[in-house]
C-alpha cells in the first residue's frame, strides 16, 4: 500500500483536498473529505472480497481516493468532477508510481463513478460506484429533509 500512502502525502491531492474542505465548510449535505474518501475505499475493498472480484487492492484505494478530487472544479468552475477528477488523478497516479494499465483502470473508474449504468458491473468502476452509494448515511442525516436526492437513490440503513 505504499503507493496508496503516497496519493495521501502527494501535494496535489493534499492541496485538491483542502480546496474541497474550505468549499464544503458551511455545507449541510454529505462532504466530500478524507472520512468520505476512505469509506469509499473500505467499502469497495469489502465488495471485492465478499463478490470475489479479485480487483486489486491499491486500484481500488486509489480509485476511492481520487475519486471526487474534482470537485472543487465543479464547485469553482462548472466542470462535472468525475472528468475533472480524471485528469488530475492522472498527474497524481503517474508521480505514485501506477503503470499506464492501473492508471487506465483508476482513471476509468473515477470518469465513470457517477454512471448509474456500471451500478451492477463486476469492474473497479461498478464497484467503486456501489461504494460511493453505500457510503451515505441518508437514513441518519440531519440535513434528510433539505436533500433533493430523490428517494430512490438514498441509503437506507447498512446493506453488508
Known sequence: MDRVN?????PL???KLAEIDRLEENRIFCRHGLEHLLSVARLAYLRSLEEGLGLDREQIYAAALLHDIGRGEQYLRGTPHDKAGAVCAEQILTDCGFSAPEREAVTEAISGHR?????AEPTLQGVLYRADKESRLCFCCPAAEQCNWPEERRSKGIRR
Open 13 to 15: 491531492f493534499r492541496e
Open 115 to 119: 454512471s448509474p449504468e456500471v451500478a
Open 6 to 10: 503516497q496519493i495521501l502525502r502527494h
